[in-house]
């Protein structure tokens, strides 16, 4: 969890903002650091944890496991911060296929890297406009 959805569900032109963490201990900890968010626990269970607050939900679970339902919908947006370097090689392309299922239709996804830009660009061309170094 990063402070950069604390910032984005503050945002006026932001309506929602859903993060997805593989790791219960980071949305404890998330919750803790941002008492202003009231985030409160509304499920817990084997597939995906739900956190809620204001303006801002949390799920807990295997990213690759997820899919629109489980999200709540499609997704106008993304940001995606350095997720890659959480994801073994070899399941980027599995990746790149959920993430064309959660994005709508002429989406956004904001994708700051830690991997070589070529590599982004073979996985995401698709669906990336915009290039963070």
């Known amino acids: ?11 006026p032109g932001v309506t929602e903002v859903v993060g997805i963490d593989g790791i219960a201990k980071a949305m404890e900890e998330f919750s803790e650091e941002n008492p202003s968010l009231n985030l409160k626990s509304i499920s817990q269970n084997v597939d995906m944890d739900q956190w809620t607050g204001e303006g801002i939900s949390l799920l807990r679970g295997d990213y690759f496991a997820l899919d629109d339902t489980k999200a709540g919908g499609k997704f106008d ?24 299922q959660l994005i709508q239709p002429g989406g956004n996804i904001l994708f700051v890297r830690r991997i070589p830009l070529h590599v982004v660009r073979r996985m995401f061309g698709n669906y ?5 170094g």
């Open 77 to 100: 947006d993304v940001f995606d911060r350095a997720s890659m370097v959480a994801i073994d090689p070899s399941k980027r392309h599995e990746y790149d296929n959920i993430m064309g």
């Open 1 to 11: 969890m990063s402070l950069h959805m604390k910032y984005l569900a503050r945002h």
């Open 128 to 132: 990336t406009r915009a290039w963070i």
